[in-house]
């Protein structure tokens, strides 16, 4: 979503990071372009005044002035203004003194509401321990009900309904988690296609008959400035705790995500960033801060690692690493683990240091299938040590696989580039270098060591 502005800030800093000085003409220069950046990004306008007035303000001041490196304080500004304008310190859910904690759902159809109720309720079960029962009170669009039953079913969540009005379920969900031992209720609330007197009148009556510890209002990010206007009316009808953004995924670009929370000043706590039940994470303005600006997210990276990842066999690995024994049979099983982790494109926006370019290709994700076909084919032996894997091997092994022999010798070429990154990055005071400007940046308390447990990036494949 936020490429474009990637690429604009991208270039702007490449630039900026050539001067060893800034005189006032560069700070304007800089803030001229970062505004139109901002527009062109479909950011809300007094949003930007208010941005690009914050940056200047401090990029005049003796924090650049006195830094021996202006260039980069700049950045360090833009990043830290990006923080507050996303929200700040990441807010988080309340939880009831008496269980359960009720949280309601709110948003127009189409909006991903129902949907965004199921992902909420696998995130609250599996990592943060809740015990969830989702609520159907969604009686107005056909078969929302059934949906969140499906979904309920597929992440092994109770789902509760009754065909009588919206604010009796609602009150009988309740009831229900109490008599079930359920510690957090989820409401999901109907919607309409557009915001109007009837929808704000059914949503206010479910609030005031279950008192929410949270109301979260459900905005799909492709609709742009709308999610705004959309976000701004219902603030100003329910108490809104919260926003959860859909589609962060998509190709829009990302105004909403950069406005929403200073007009409304209701935190953005979720964001949907794929179809799948588990593409659901929590907001984090630092990171997603430091994605726009291309600077990796290494903390959500190593999250998903960790969801995913089976830690002993981890713990093996990193041994394994750290001996200088890092094989095809570790490549392989770190390919399978990181599958499971979302698509490839999104994992190496995630790591800093990539360059641009890689950033923002189109990666094949079925080239990790021909790679894994290619490492079935070899002995045991082979993915022990590679280096006996001769011409009439290589033909082998591309004729088992279903590959050519081109398609072999990329992969033992990448396995073993791979492998003297691990190896580097194990050895104390050194640094991987990734990309073409420069090495990693490890995350303040990080060590090689726990970095080296990360899959490598197998498979990469073709880049269009």
């Not at 003409?25 to 208010?50: F, G």
């Not at 995130?123 to 107005?140: I, Y």
């Not at 200073?262 to 979720?270: D, R, S």
């Not at 060590?447 to 490598?456: A, D, H, N, V, Y």
């Amino acid at each position: 979503m936020f490429d474009a502005l990637s690429e604009r800030f991208d270039g702007i800093f490449r630039r900026l990071r050539s001067r060893g000085k800034l005189t006032p003409t560069d700070v304007d220069e800089v803030a001229r372009e970062i505004r139109l950046a901002l527009l062109e990004a479909d950011v809300n306008v007094h949003v930007v005044k208010s941005f690009i007035a914050r940056v200047k303000e401090r990029a005049t001041g003796a924090e650049v002035a006195e830094s021996l490196s202006p260039g980069q304080q700049v950045i360090k500004i833009v990043h830290d203004e990006l923080v507050t304008t996303l929200g700040g310190a990441g807010a988080k859910l309340r939880t009831a003194p008496k269980p359960p904690t009720v949280i309601v759902l709110a948003g127009l159809q189409g909006s991903g509401k129902t949907t965004a109720a199921a992902k909420l309720a696998r995130l609250l079960e599996h990592q943060q321990g809740k015990r969830v029962l989702l609520v159907a009170a969604d009686l107005q669009r056909p078969a929302a009900v059934d949906q969140l039953v499906v979904l309920g079913d597929r992440i092994g969540v109770p789902v509760f309904s009754e065909a009588t009005d919206p604010v009796a379920v609602a009150r009988a969900g309740i009831l229900e988690a109490e008599r079930l031992g359920r510690n957090t209720v989820i409401v999901d609330t109907a919607g309409r296609l557009q915001v109007d007197d009837e929808l704000m009148a059914e949503l206010a009556r479910v609030t005031d008959a279950v008192a929410p510890d949270d109301v979260l209002l459900v905005v799909d990010a492709m609709t742009g400035q709308e999610a705004v206007g959309v976000a701004e009316s219902f603030a100003g009808t329910v108490p809104l705790t919260g926003i959860v953004l859909t589609k962060l995924d998509g190709d829009a670009r990302g105004g909403a995500a950069l406005s929403v929370k200073e007009v409304t000043g209701v935190p953005i706590l979720f964001a949907g960033v794929g179809e799948k039940v588990d593409d659901f994470e929590t907001f984090h303005p630092d990171r997603m801060a430091s994605r726009i600006l291309g600077m990796g997210d290494v903390l959500t990276l190593i999250e998903k690692a960790e969801a995913v990842f089976d830690a002993d066999e981890a713990a093996k690995a990193q041994a394994r690493l750290l001996e200088g024994r890092f094989t095809l049979d570790d490549f392989l099983e770190q390919m399978r683990q990181m599958k499971k982790m979302g698509p490839l494109s999104s994992i190496v926006g995630m790591l800093p240091g990539m360059p641009r370019e890689l950033r923002q290709a189109e990666i094949d994700d079925g080239e990790l299938g021909r790679v894994e076909a290619i490492i079935c084919s070899m002995t045991p032996a082979e993915r022990h040590e590679p280096s006996m894997i001769n011409g009439s091997r290589r033909a082998r092994i591309a004729s088992g696989s279903g590959t050519s022999t081109a398609q072999v010798n990329a992969l033992l070429k990448q396995f073993k580039m791979v492998q003297q990154m691990m190896r580097s990055m194990t050895k104390p005071g050194k640094k991987a270098k990734l990309g073409r400007r420069g090495g990693m940046q490890l995350p303040p308390g990080m060590t090689p060591e726990q970095l080296s447990g990360l899959p490598g990036m197998p498979g990469l494949g073709p880049v269009r």
